[in-house]
């Protein structure tokens, strides 16, 4: 357990930092932009070059990987929605917005630094892949979802475009395709530019971090939405668990693959999910109690997780003879 504590202390210490700080020193959510741009445009873009670079290209393809990820996501996403639009008789927009609190795990901020931190650089590349291609699936459902609702005001030729849009310019979708590009090539960059890169790629997890709890700091909960009885639970518990499950039982994969996608789904609520709320009108303040309340509580379940995981109490594999 002093393992684990070692591993997420200091990781939740800098989001704790960061809230603490938020609260004391008086300032508004817009006081964040410099450093916000710094971490998206910057930091974390440079992180995944850097490792997707210098891995050998046979480790970048694994779509059965990639698709049993999105599978086990995706159904978790229904899963909410589904309980929304039953048991809360929630509207498709506002169940979407659910079921992104349900399945959008911080796997940007988050993701890299605690993945790294607990299975070394190696975890880079499953991280990666979850990163973009989970991306690609919240970027592609969110609108889907609000034009089916009425909700989204444009053509089908507008909206995959501006689907595709965002995809294509997510900073850390360009730098995974970049690094894996050079990885192709065995590009190796000028000695001082990968110094650069590597000042930044250092930076990446502690500002992420630090600006995560400062977000959480200058956001306030009036009440707590009934809703997070079920979004909570299904981010922090189902997810890793389908996850799991699914993993185990889709294909014959690495033990580090395996822990680092299941340690992702774990992650609370992505602040993404307050954005796309604030852009659609809908959950928004629930969105952000959502993020709040399942990031205090991922201190616990994610140093569970962790402790089961290092502690070789959970196989990589549940069902090793199903492939």
Not at 13 to 21: A, E, F, M, R, V
Not at 31 to 59: D, H, Q, R
Not at 78 to 88: E, K, N
Not at 195 to 205: D, E, G, K
Request: charged share 10%.
């Amino acid at each position: 357990m002093v393992d684990v504590a070692g591993l997420v202390l200091p990781f939740f210490g800098l989001i704790l930092l960061g809230y603490i700080l938020a609260k004391l020193i008086r300032q508004g959510r817009e006081a964040m932009g410099w450093l916000n741009v710094f971490i998206i445009y910057l930091a974390l873009p440079a992180l995944f070059f850097k490792l997707l670079s210098t891995t050998p290209v046979a480790e970048l393809v694994s779509w059965n990987f990639v698709l049993t990820n999105i599978l086990a996501t995706f159904t978790v996403f229904l899963s909410v929605f589904c309980i929304a639009r039953t048991f809360r008789h929630s509207g498709t927009a506002e169940a979407t917005i659910q079921g992104l609190g349900g399945a959008y795990g911080n796997i940007g901020y988050m993701g890299p630094g605690l993945a790294i931190l607990a299975f070394g650089e190696a975890a880079a590349v499953p991280v990666a892949l979850v990163f973009c291609f989970e991306n690609v699936m919240h970027f592609t459902i969110t609108p889907a979802m609000m034009a089916l609702s009425g909700k989204e005001r444009k053509t089908g030729t507008q909206l995959i475009f501006s689907v595709a849009r965002s995809v294509v310019l997510h900073p850390f979708i360009i730098a995974t395709v970049f690094g894996i590009g050079a990885a192709v090539i065995e590009f190796v960059p000028p000695v001082p530019i990968e110094r650069l890169m590597s000042y930044l790629a250092q930076a990446a997890a502690p500002s992420a971090l630090f600006a995560m709890g400062v977000t959480l700091g200058v956001s306030s909960i009036n009440k707590v939405p009934v809703e997070l009885s079920y979004v909570v639970p299904f981010k922090l518990i189902f997810h890793p668990l389908v996850m799991y499950l699914f993993l185990s039982f889709m294909g014959d994969f690495d033990e580090l693959w395996v822990f680092t996608a299941v340690l992702l789904a774990a992650l609370p609520t992505a602040t993404n999910v307050f954005i796309f709320g604030q852009q659609y009108g809908f959950w928004v303040e629930n969105s952000s109690a959502c993020i709040l309340v399942s990031t205090i509580f991922s201190v616990l379940s994610v140093s569970v997780l962790l402790f089961l995981i290092t502690n070789n109490l959970v196989p990589a594999d549940l069902f090793p003879d199903s492939v």
